[in-house]
C-alpha cells in the first residue's frame, strides 16, 4: 500500500476520500479495546467493508486512511483490498481528535476530497459529490432528516448550516427543524488551514463552527437514515438490523 503523498485534481478516478478511523473507541467500552471501530464485525463482515461499498459503487476508487488506535489490522485489511483501489494511509502516535488526524492527513488530500468518518455509514449517491460544494463554500456537511436513534444537532438557513452542536438538546424557541449530520463531508484542503496547527487534540466540530462564522459551509440534505456504531448501543442496534431484517 503506497503511503506517499501524492496530489491530484478532483476528477481522474474520482473524488478522493478520506476515512478518519484512528479514534481510541472509548465510547465503545471493552469492545473498543480489542479491535479498531472500523474493523467491528457486522453479518461475519468487517464493518470497512460496508462503509466502502457505496462508495466503490459510485466509481470512488482513491482512498485516504487517517489511522491511530490499532491501526496495524486495519492496514492489514486495506492491504488485501483490490489492485484498482488506490490506498493511502498515516498513522498518528498521539490523540489529535478527528480535526488535528484530518490536518496531519493534509500532505495526502487533493485540493478538493470527500470525507467519512470511520464508525458511520451512509449510503446516498457519491458519484457526483463535487458538485455539493459552490464556488466560494470552503465545505459542504451531509445532513439527513431521518430519525435515526442519533440526536439532531445541525440548523441550516438559505441552503447553508448555520448552527452546529452535538450535545445541544432541540431548542423549541428556536426556528427551523433540525439536521443530523451525518458524519459525511465534501471539503476544500485549504479549509484546513482554519484549525490551529499547534492545537491537539482538537475535533472537527472546531472546523465547522469556524466555517459557519464565515458563512461558507454548504448544506447538502438528505432523507436518507444513516448508521452509527460509536456506542455499544449503536452498534448493537446495527447488529440486530443485519441479523434480523425487517421482512
Known amino acids: 500500500m503506497s503511503r506517499t503523498p501524492e496530489r491530484r485534481g478532483a476528477h481522474g478516478a474520482g473524488l478522493q476520500v478520506a476515512v478518519v478511523a484512528g479514534g481510541l473507541g472509548t465510547r465503545l467500552g471493552r469492545l473498543g479495546t480489542r479491535r479498531p471501530k472500523i474493523l467491528l464485525p457486522v453479518a461475519g463482515r468487517p464493518f470497512l467493508d460496508l462503509l466502502l461499498a457505496p462508495l466503490l459503487d459510485a466509481g470512488l476508487r482513491r482512498f485516504h486512511f487517517c489511522l491511530g488506535h490499532l491501526a496495524s489490522p486495519v492496514i492489514d485489511h486495506l492491504d488485501r483490498l483490490p489492485a484498482s483501489v488506490e490506498v493511502t494511509s498515516h498513522v498518528d502516535t498521539v490523540a489529535r481528535g478527528t480535526g488535528g488526524a484530518l490536518r496531519a492527513a493534509a500532505p495526502y488530500l487533493d485540493d478538493m476530497f470527500l470525507l467519512v468518518l470511520g464508525d458511520t455509514l451512509l449510503d446516498i449517491p457519491y458519484a457526483g459529490a463535487h458538485r455539493w460544494l459552490g464556488p466560494h463554500d470552503e465545505a459542504a456537511m451531509v445532513l439527513t432528516s431521518a430519525d435515526t436513534g442519533v440526536r439532531p444537532n445541525t440548523r441550516v438557513h438559505d441552503g447553508r448550516v448555520s448552527g452546529y452542536d452535538k450535545d445541544a438538546p432541540e431548542d423549541p424557541d428556536t426556528d427551523g427543524p433540525l439536521w443530523t449530520d451525518t458524519g459525511v463531508c465534501v471539503l476544500r484542503r485549504?479549509?484546513?488551514?482554519?484549525?490551529?496547527?499547534?492545537?491537539?487534540?482538537?475535533?472537527?466540530?472546531?472546523?465547522?463552527?469556524?466555517?459557519?462564522?464565515?458563512?461558507?459551509?454548504?448544506?447538502?440534505?438528505?432523507?436518507?437514515?444513516?448508521?452509527?456504531?460509536?456506542?455499544?448501543?449503536?452498534?448493537a442496534r446495527f447488529l440486530d438490523g443485519h441479523e434480523h431484517p425487517a421482512p
Open 190 to 235: 485549504a479549509a484546513l488551514r482554519h484549525l490551529d496547527p499547534h492545537q491537539d487534540p482538537v475535533d472537527l466540530g472546531v472546523l465547522f463552527r469556524t466555517l459557519i462564522r464565515r458563512r461558507t459551509l454548504a448544506a447538502h440534505r438528505t432523507d436518507r437514515p444513516f448508521t452509527d456504531i460509536g456506542t455499544p448501543e449503536r452498534y
